[in-house]
């Protein structure tokens, strides 16, 4: 039988000291845009606040107290919703389009990103099929082939966007929780071949794709066109020095670096908060994803422990890609960090995920 013990209360300290962190830099980051056009208190307050902190908290609350049961009863459905409900994005009238890419839907005041339910939705489908196939993912057969039939439906999905980072992320997740559920290392080899297979032939067929490729091989490449944002966030990263210029201080967010609240504000933050505090972000980050792995090594069961893998990995993989790309080891992707960037959908799905794995920390056999 399964026991209610205490919440862990280690994995939510950490959590919250990550909240904190992530909502000082996005002031810090903020602080002084207002005077530019374009940039209002909305940005900063409405969105971030309003919609991802409060409104992240009280689905924290809600996801914590959800029978886990509901989740893998449900699973195909939530699956199936999530899919269509990102379809929506190429809805005329409905979906938002931004340098070329239809990620956003249109939610009265505000903009929403539903490729954050697909990407949950899937993971726990994937967690769901794992359980009830685990004594034959032994066979290359069932371990590759059950992969690639659930993230098919996905695949093509976030590549019409496209959103290749978001699919990027979600195929680590789904190779982890496969390692995770029992397969063998080879299975893993294998999926990691015909990601990298994957990636060079997206390189090849999309020019998006492949100018980001060839300046991650030299950064130096086009300083005013593909290769512009990682020479302004080394320029960023590289004045910081060890303490930083202080709080609100970055210069090179005053138009210089783009998207300086979003996908480059760990550059803003190492600007202004030196490598103390971008090393206070990474070790946060780390701290997380090693206790979220503790609580699926711990789960009552292998569903629960799945999808806690899934969501940890899901979380510091998509932090990870983001602070990798700012620091140039890593192609650019265009992905929000965790906690920290512009990003009300982001930051209440992420406390969504939280709340799923307080609520598997709290039960055990």
């Known amino acids: 039988m399964k026991k209610i013990h205490s919440v862990d209360k280690i994995f939510l300290s950490i959590t919250a000291l990550l909240t904190l962190a992530g909502l000082f830099v996005f002031t810090s980051a903020s602080f002084g845009l207002f005077a530019h056009k374009g940039f ?29 049961k509901i989740f893998r009863t449900y699973a195909l459905s939530i699956f199936i919703g999530a899919a269509l409900f990102t379809l929506l994005v190429f809805v005329p009238g409905i979906g938002a389009e931004h340098g070329g890419a239809k990620r956003w839907l249109w939610l009265g005041p505000t903009s929403f990103q539903p490729s954050e339910i ?3 939705g899937t993971i ?65 080899f294998i999926l990691a071949a015909i990601g990298i297979i994957s990636v060079g032939v997206l390189a090849l067929a999309s020019p998006h794709v492949k100018a980001r490729m060839l300046t991650f091989f030299n950064q130096s490449r086009d300083p005013q066109g ?30 210089s670096l783009p998207e300086p609240t979003g996908d480059s504000i760990f550059a803003v933050a190492a600007e202004e908060f030196g490598f103390i505090g971008g090393a206070i972000l990474i070790v946060l980050f780390l701290l997380f994803g090693v206790r979220g792995l503790q609580i ?19 979380i510091v993989s998509q932090s990870f890609v983001n602070i990798g790309a700012m620091l140039g080891v890593i192609p650019l992707k265009g992905i929000p960090l965790i906690f920290v960037s512009k990003g009300g959908s982001a930051l209440i799905f992420a406390f969504i995920e939280i709340g799923i794995l307080l609520n598997i920390s709290k039960l055990k056999i």
């Open 118 to 120: 697909l990407k949950l």
């Open 124 to 188: 726990i489908y994937f967690a769901a099929i794992l359980s009830l196939l685990k004594d034959r993912l032994q066979t290359a057969k069932y371990a590759i082939g059950v992969f690639f039939a659930v993230i098919a439906v996905p695949a093509i999905i976030l590549l019409l966007e496209p959103d290749n980072g978001t699919l990027g992320v979600l195929f680590v997740a789904m190779c982890a929780m496969l390692l995770a559920s029992g397969a063998k290392i080879r299975h893993f």
């Open 40 to 68: 209002s208190l909305k940005d900063m307050f409405f969105d971030q606040v309003v919609l991802g902190f409060f409104l992240g908290i009280v689905m924290l609350i809600i996801m914590f107290n959800i029978p886990l």
């Open 296 to 314: 699926a090594y711990r789960a009552p069961d292998l569903f629960s422990g799945l999808l806690a893998v899934g969501i940890v990995i899901l």
């Open 226 to 255: 593909a290769g512009y944002q990682i020479q302004k966030s080394f320029l960023a990263i590289g004045s910081g020095g060890i303490t930083g210029r202080g709080f609100g201080q970055s210069i090179q967010k005053f138009g």
